[in-house]
């Protein structure tokens, strides 16, 4: 699996993702930071595939 490491940004806060971040990821495959999904209310986000952290290996928690 391909790392989200210093890939991608959060489309939500424009931050790149940290090791241990808490993620999810949505049906889209569009990795967030889980605490911006769950504070944004300004627009409406797809339902969520997976949640994990932003580690190498991107375990589920
Ligand atoms: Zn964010």
Known sequence: ?????GNLRCPICRETFKRQDKV????????I?????????????FPIQR???ASEDN???
């Open 59 to 61: 375990r589920d928690v």
């Open 51 to 53: 949640r994990m952290v």
């Open 24 to 31: 999810v990821l949505d049906i889209i495959n569009k990795v």
């Open 1 to 5: 699996m391909v790392s989200i490491l």
């Open 33 to 45: 930071h889980w605490e911006c999904y769950y504070t944004c209310t300004e627009r409406e986000l």
